[in-house]
């Protein structure tokens, strides 16, 4: 599964958030990262997502769907 660095460390977990989710997304492939981005940070629709990314709005789902669970491969 994707997995996310953990918040240890030096300072406040709050200060350390974005750090960690800058690190989790950048292990995604780019339109993973896209979608994510797109739907998360930016609240957009899956139709606003599949325009931008060329895609159908099903394609988009699927797409989230298996960001959630992607697997760096080793």
């Known amino acids: 599964l994707f997995r996310v660095p953990a918040l240890a460390g030096p300072g406040r ?3 350390r958030v974005p750090h960690v989710a800058h690190a989790a997304l ?6 993973f990262r896209a979608a994510i981005v797109l739907r998360e940070f930016h609240d ?8 931008i990314m060329e895609m ?4 988009i789902k699927s ?9 760096k491969p080793e």
Request: charged share 25%.
């Open 26 to 31: 950048a292990q995604l492939p780019p339109d």
């Open 13 to 15: 977990a709050e200060e």
């Open 63 to 71: 797409l989230l769907s298996r960001a959630s669970t992607f697997e």
């Open 56 to 59: 159908t709005p099903q394609a």
């Open 44 to 51: 957009m629709s899956y139709a606003d997502i599949a325009e």
